[in-house]
């Protein structure tokens, strides 16, 4: 695991490196020289990061219908359980899109299809507080 952790890290560090030579990039090599571990440690057993927060908030978008999601921190074709922390109704959605923007929205962990939204809260609510876990990879 520690060759694992280092070589990704290595190259993690050069492609930061690379990518912000420019003076017009300094706040995005801050935010890379602080958190590469975070983004890039793995588990033996998957290829999903560790570091991913299991509550938050999630939102609704309009795409394809179906019990689907865009999640930053769970790879596509992964199933997840979403569990409204306010009712404790729960759906599970397959993974399908990356999302949401994590610089836009930092405290949202998922968005989740309209449809899959709806089985646990009401769309005018736009925004709820979820627990999120992994059913399989």
């Known amino acids: 695991m520690v060759r694992k952790v280092i070589f990704t890290a290595a190259i993690f560090l050069v492609s930061a490196e690379f990518l912000v030579k420019s003076p017009a990039n300094e706040a995005f090599e801050r935010e ?5 571990a975070k983004a890039i440690i793995k588990d033996e057993q998957s290829s999903v990061n560790q570091e991913k927060p299991s ?3 999630a939102s609704w978008y309009e795409f394809k219908e179906g019990a689907f999601a865009a999640s930053p921190y769970f790879k596509k074709g992964s199933t997840l359980r979403v569990t409204n922390l306010d009712n404790g109704k729960f ?3 397959v993974v ?4 949401p923007n994590r610089r836009k929205h930092p405290n949202r962990v998922i968005d ?7 089985k646990i809260a009401p769309l005018k609510l736009g925004l709820i507080r979820v627990k999120v876990n992994r059913l399989t990879d």
């Open 112 to 118: 989740l299809e309209r449809l899959a939204f709806q």
């Open 32 to 36: 890379l020289r602080l958190s590469p």
């Open 96 to 99: 399908n899109d990356y999302g």
């Open 91 to 93: 759906v599970d959605v």
């Open 55 to 57: 509550t938050g908030v």
